[in-house]
């Protein structure tokens, strides 16, 4: 039976770690900043937002809520990230996605500057990463790779395949994995015979964004399989990417949805936040 990789209480180390980092900051006087943007009131972006909050409350971080109607002009949310860029109480800037169809993704995310892109979703932050220069690093798969330092699951030298490529999780993901040391493999949906792909993988990292696609057969004996995929299933029960019943028995490691890679991204963005300032000095 599989180890399973509890998130939830490596993320809440980390954020005590961080809270220590930050009463230290206020001790010399630095006060850290984070301001997080919300265009319109899709319920599931207001819950993100506010476990942001309170993340940062907990922290000692502070927040600044911008809780803007779903009709704010390009102008109106271009104005305010150019307000926020340039004011030097503001370490991080967080643009809540998706944004309402009227306005452009890509635009609002190259107008943050990459030294707030505490989301390191800006082209120089991905660009940073991928030839190995610091930089901001996507908060979903940096939690990944911490998850897997922290349980001890080595990576130098192992065959590790990204299950998705998306800018968001899947490319990031396969950089920082390099970065590592492992080898990696990105599969994705045009891949052909995934089962023979991921049946050699040492670490399966799965963000293909569908409920339960990994089943016994995807795995190898004793691997460590990590689940990035979140849904609702018909009754209402949240579901990975994984189907954790089955593939548990036969990995190593296993993170859980809910209570793996989850909790994981909020702690990253704390990270990110607290690191800021070193970034922001250099
Ligand atoms: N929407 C869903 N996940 C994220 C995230 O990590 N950052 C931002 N900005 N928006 C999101």
Known sequence: MAI????????????????????AYRQQGVEITLAVIQVGNDPASSVYVGNKKKACEYIG?????????????????????????????VNGILVQLPLPKHLNEEEVLLAISPLKDVDGFHPVNVGNLSIGRKGFVSCTPAGVIE??????IEMEGKECVVLGR??????????????ENATVTVCHSRTKNL????????????????PCFVTADYVKPGAAVIDVGIHRNEDNKLCGDVAFAQVEPVAGAITP?????GPMTIAMLMKNCVESVNLQKS
């Not at 949310?77 to 340039?86: K, P, Q, R, V």
């Not at 998850?147 to 001890?152: D, F, P, S």
């Not at 998306?166 to 970065?179: D, Q």
């Not at 089962?195 to 569908?210: C, N, P, Q």
């Open 147 to 152: 998850l897997l330092k922290r349980t001890g």
């Open 257 to 261: 949805v809910p209570g793996g890679v």
């Open 195 to 210: 089962k023979e792909i991921t049946k050699r993988a040492d670490i399966l990292i799965v963000a293909i964004g569908k």
């Open 166 to 179: 998306s800018n968001i999780v899947g490319k990031p993901m396969s950089m920082l994995m390099l970065r």
């Open 61 to 89: 971080i502070r927040s600044l809520a911008y809780e803007l109607p779903e009709e704010t002009s390009r102008k109106e949310l271009l104005d305010l990230i150019a307000e926020l860029n340039g004011r030097a109480d």
């Open 4 to 23: 399973r990789i509890d998130g939830k209480a490596i993320s809440a180390q980390i954020k005590d770690e961080l809270k220590e980092k930050v009463a």
